[in-house]
């Protein structure tokens, strides 16, 4: 699991929001999008295409599928993804970065 993770809105295509996110300082970089119509957040290449089953609900904040192979741990994308869904839920647009540091 990451200890820190700073994402940062890169694309916007309708719907789709892409995001890079770097883990534990740039050790790790993962890319995500939130697709509000869709009501998802799932893993992605950084053309925006999703990898793997993986995704995380926007109603219920559940998750479900595989990460792709090669794709890091769950515990690198549940966080990231929970917090770029809180954000959009609260404040209604998607956000232009999520920082969060894990003590």
Known sequence: ???????????????????RVLHDGGDRTTHLVLDTAGGEVFPADAHGVRRGTL???????????????GDG?????LPSAAHIARAWINDGTPPEKVVRYFG
């Open 1 to 19: 699991m990451s200890t820190s993770f700073h994402a940062v809105l890169i694309r916007s295509t309708g719907p789709l929001h892409l995001y």
């Open 55 to 69: 995704v995380l609900s926007l109603v219920d904040g559940n998750h479900s599928g595989e990460p792709a192979e």
């Open 73 to 77: 741990p769950l515990g690198d994308f």
